[in-house]
């Protein structure tokens, strides 16, 4: 990969990551080693390592982003993943945190609604020698019964609420970590199960693009 890449890359991690309390070594290896440019538009190449998210596609159900490194890493981090785990990414996108992933569980089933960006994120994760994830097409909300229960489950971006399909598709001791809220009302939560029951709580505040389809349906009031 490109010199000057790598050079980004290594002031991504000393600049965006570590400064936020992200000391998990594999992830950190992981973050160093993958090709963040490789995920996104070649026009864009020059925006794969700013402190920013960066937009990759305007689906039917609303815009899609690359979430900002830091953002990511902590939430990544937050899992917990372990070498021996089955992880479930809701929102695959561009593929970039199920890559990511791969480099730290045993297994990635990544779900994506859109048909483009799923085949895009194949076609990348393909090329970059990525065989350890799945990547599957479906309602993100419904998540994926098919391949669960999951030791972790990560939605890439934020949502009004976690709901209840996805709680039911971890394993016991299994940990589902999202943000819930948007904006500067976004909380970063670790959801665990424990005797068959997920609970969550606060980690910390994370400002993120929300990840269309988990709006909460408000009930009409006279």
């Known amino acids: 990969m490109n010199a000057g890449f790598s050079e980004q890359r290594v002031k991504m991690v000393d600049g965006q990551i570590r400064t936020t309390d992200v000391t998990s070594a594999p992830l950190l290896a992981a973050l160093l080693d993958i090709p963040r440019e490789a995920f996104i538009a070649p026009e864009q190449a020059a925006l794969a390592y700013i402190d920013e998210d960066i937009r990759i596609a305007d689906t039917p159900q609303g815009p899609r982003y690359l979430m900002e490194p830091s953002p ?4 990544i981090q937050l899992a917990d993943v372990g070498i021996d785990d089955r992880v479930l990414v809701v929102g695959c ?9 791969s480099r730290l569980a045993r297994s990635v089933t990544a779900l994506e609604s859109d048909a483009a960006l799923a085949e895009g994120a194949r076609l990348v994760l393909s090329r970059l020698g990525f065989d350890n994830i799945d990547i599957v097409q479906g309602a993100l909300q419904e998540g994926y019964s098919a391949a ?4 972790v489950i990560f939605i890439d971006g934020s949502v009004e609420e976690v709901p209840e399909t996805l709680l039911a598709q971890l394993s016991e001791g299994g940990r589902l970590v999202a943000v819930e809220g948007y904006g500067n009302a976004g909380v970063a939560r ?13 980690a ?17 009031e006279f």
Request: with cysteine.
């Open 72 to 75: 990511l890493a902590r939430l």
């Open 93 to 101: 996108g561009c593929g970039y945190a199920s890559a990511i992933f």
């Open 148 to 151: 669960a229960p999951y030791d």
């Open 190 to 202: 670790l959801f665990l199960k424990t005797t068959g029951i997920a609970t969550g709580r606060r």
């Open 204 to 220: 910390f505040n994370a400002a993120i693009k929300p990840l269309p389809g988990f709006e909460r349906a408000h009930a009409f």
